[in-house]
């Protein structure tokens, strides 16, 4: 078991718990940093290429009321980092 959360007690083993309560605190700390529609490239590294191994990198992004990761591995255009604005597909003009 990893110890992610809590790592200067050497002896501590991350609970399911830990990862949802973390997960939720940076999610909404998240929404309150990038505006609506915007969102970050990221490269997975270590330990999240084996949760999801479909995905190299991500886009993380503030949609509305709720920060959501897509999976941008066919973007070799974008770098690690790069701000991403997000456009709904009914706002493309033709």
């Not at 083993?13 to 990862?19: I, K, R, V």
């Not at 309150?32 to 999801?52: A, E, S």
């Not at 980092?81 to 456009?87: A, L, V």
């Amino acid at each position: 078991m990893a110890n992610y959360t809590k790592p200067h007690d050497k002896d501590y083993e991350d609970t399911p718990e830990d990862y949802l309560y973390t997960s939720m605190v940076f999610a909404r700390t998240l929404s309150r940093v990038l505006d609506d529609g915007v969102g970050i490239l990221i490269d997975l590294k270590g330990d999240m290429l084996k949760l999801n191994p479909e995905a190299t990198r991500v886009v993380v992004f503030n949609d509305g009321n709720m920060i959501r990761i897509v999976n941008a591995s066919e973007r070799i255009d974008l770098e690690d980092g790069d701000w991403i604005k997000m456009i709904s597909k009914d706002n493309i003009s033709n």
